[in-house]
């Protein structure tokens, strides 16, 4: 019997190793991706998360055989960060969401990584403004505010332990971009009323 459950732990610790080593390279891969997409490398990006999710699938398949590596923090975490990645990709290639469950993750896990994307949205919308582009702006400004009351209506929901946190730095973070954008906004009406000023008083 102590042999038999020498063996059984002897496994369990090489499953939880595979599943580690997964995961930390599921996160790295989706936070490289993020990096990419906002530096207009979305083929490279998607590369990327094509290889996570390949990691996250070897991932469960693993925790399939051994349920209990699944409560690792660890293992939410890569899951979280992909979906992140994830749905920033897809914001920005064509303004979708994709869905969790071609992501292949849980819906607590899509929540959890949909409520830090904000914060990279606020990043597409500060490069924007410095470009002029405040249309693109303040449409990453709209969804960011979509993304905080799809979740802000979730934030007691037990599996989602964490989310009030996540909510209220998105919260600070949706305030200050508001505030760039309606300043960059007046800035912009100003130039155009002194500019049509300037042409009227220079007609003869």
Known sequence: MVKKGAEELRLRDKALDKVMERARRARILSKQAILR?????????GKRLEEASGLISE??????????????????????????ASIIMGLTESGEFPDPAALGVPMTSYLMG?????????????????????????DRLSTMEEIYLSLVTMEEVPLLKGLRRKLDIARGVIERTRSEVTAEAGRRRLGESVRRLTDRLGDP
């Open 37 to 45: 997409v906002h530096s207009g490398e979305e083929a490279e990006a």
């Open 59 to 84: 991932m469960d398949a693993i925790i399939e055989e051994h349920p209990e590596l699944g409560r690792f923090d660890q293992v939410s975490a890569a899951k979280e960060e992909f979906s992140e």
């Open 114 to 138: 949909l409520g830090d994307v904000p914060g990279e949205l606020r990043r597409q919308a500060l490069d924007a403004l410095r470009l002029g582009d405040i249309e693109t702006a303040e």
